[in-house]
């Protein structure tokens, strides 16, 4: 079994900024990619940033330049720094990873249960 856990949300003013995590734990033999994806109300679930196990990187157009995703594998935890916060960031967000748990030779997807941003003055 294979739980993901994120922390760090919460309220903050326009141009502010938040630092998510996502620790994995578990039957875990290995982590490959990781991500974070966001779903505000009424909309679709969307990605924003995913990173590999290597440490490339893929953003959002949305959040490119003000978010920064980056991981510790040797923790199996990932982070989500977010800065100069839009009200249109407010959102769920999820983390996500693919794991290959010891007792399997595939992986495997996995999600966090959400943490609320919002961005209000």
């Known amino acids: 079994q294979v739980q993901l856990v994120e922390s760090g949300g919460g309220l903050v003013q326009p141009g502010g900024s938040l630092r998510l995590s996502c620790a994995a734990s578990?039957?875990?033999?290995?982590?490959?990619?990781m991500g974070w994806y966001r779903q505000a109300p009424g909309k679709q679930r969307e990605l924003v940033a995913t990173i590999t196990s290597s440490g490339s990187t893929n953003y959002a157009d949305s959040v490119k330049g003000r978010f920064t995703i980056s991981r510790e594998n040797a923790k199996n935890t990932e982070y989500l720094q977010m800065n100069s916060l839009k009200p249109e960031d407010t959102a769920v967000y999820y983390c996500?990873?693919?794991?290959?748990?010891?007792?399997?030779?595939?992986?495997?997807?996995?999600w966090g249960q959400g943490t609320q941003v919002t961005v209000s003055s």
């Open positions: 578990g039957s875990i033999f290995t982590i490959g990619s």
């Open positions: 996500h990873a693919n794991v290959m748990p010891y007792s399997g030779r595939a992986y495997y997807s996995y």
